[in-house]
């Protein structure tokens, strides 16, 4: 998005960059919401499918109702103790189980004043869980073997995802979603920007379907052929070596409702142009959903070993 | 103002076989409660048992040292647990003949 520097816009960013807390993102004019995980969840809670009008549990589609609650996390570990986060000591962490294919999900639910472009930013990490003497899946995984520096536990996290779910006075509902894909399912590192073409499928959909879902399935798009790769160039992030050290990267991403388009997708050093990147619609509109402007974060693992999404610290900003 | 969370570590799930909670995260809370409602208990005298466990690290962990809470029929059971350091689960064992619990589990915090 381009801005303007008008005196008013540079006298906004110059009060931005002398506050600390701030300085560290590029919100757009208006805040929505600024959440520092070390004092508390800021409305991130567990994503769950719909139940049924007696309240029973039973009737959540099987593969949305074990999300996992948001923890918030010192990063403890067992070798260092508490690490704490960027900010502060806490930091938001969603974990999956410690079984293949396993999401984890948190969620923060708006709804949009106006239509317009939107903005994420978020401070991160992922990581997958220490090893125990137990629970060791040895000194090789995937591509990767323990040398001194390279470290099994990297080939051992699977995914990570950002997303919305949109929907607009017209009733058009949409998601525009990106993952970080850090392996693919045979724990290879792939370490690629990935899209879904498709949208997430509906409970109404599933209402009849429990049978053929399982309780690992990936809700955002089942089908791995439905997702697709950004770009062929993989993007090394700062895992550093072992699952006990928490380097917090930075990401910020824009999308726009009046289009209902995304915008790009800057993590670190890279911005990548997402303008091409299609944004699947539901076919038929959508009544209750007035202005949703929902987004999640998830981590999905793809071996048997807890996954970790931790986030520092969120900004969600608009240019109305 | 105090920070509190709720957190739901199993969902109307059915186990017939003994188990621990998912590790969480607490370091922030002062104080902690379990609730845990058995909204199906079948088999042969069944009893679903109930241990706080605590752990330095969410990998190696121990009982806390406070009795077992024991579930014998459909209830809601609850009790409260201080001074646990930064991580808290449950482990839960089942007796009788062919057990099978259906439980709700809670972990209810405050700063």
Known sequence: METTHAPAEDFRRALIAADPRLSKFNPLPRILAFDEFNTGTHGWTELIGNHDGYGNLDTVDKHMRDFRPPQLSACDFFDIGTHGAMSGTYALKVATRPVTGHTGVAIRRLTMAQRGVIQFETYFTYKSEAATAESSLGNTFGDVAWDGNLHPSEAQFGAFTIATDLCDGDGIRYHCVMRYQNTDLDNKLTRRWVYPVVPEPTPKENLHNQDNLSPVEDFTAPNPEDWQPLDQEPQYLCYNEVPTKVNWHYLRWQFDTRTRTNIELQVNDRVMDLRDVPVPQYADKYEGLENLLNFYVSVRTHSPVRNFLFLDSALISVDW | ?111
């Open chain 2, 1 to 111: 103002m105090k920070q509190s969370m709720t957190a739901v570590l199993e969902r109307n799930t059915t186990f017939t076989a003994d188990f621990t909670t998912e590790p969480y995260e607490v370091a922030w809370a002062r104080e902690a409660r379990w609730f845990v409602r058995t909204l199906e208990l079948d088999g042969e005298a069944p009893s679903l048992h109930l241990t706080t466990q605590i752990s330095p690290d969410g990998l190696h962990w121990c009982d806390d040292g406070a009795p077992e809470q024991v579930s014998g029929e459909p209830s809601l059971l609850s009790w409260p647990v201080r001074e646990f350091g930064h991580w808290l689960r449950l482990r839960a064992t089942l007796r009788g003949g062919d057990p099978k619990a259906k439980v709700l589990i809670y972990l209810a915090l405050k700063s």
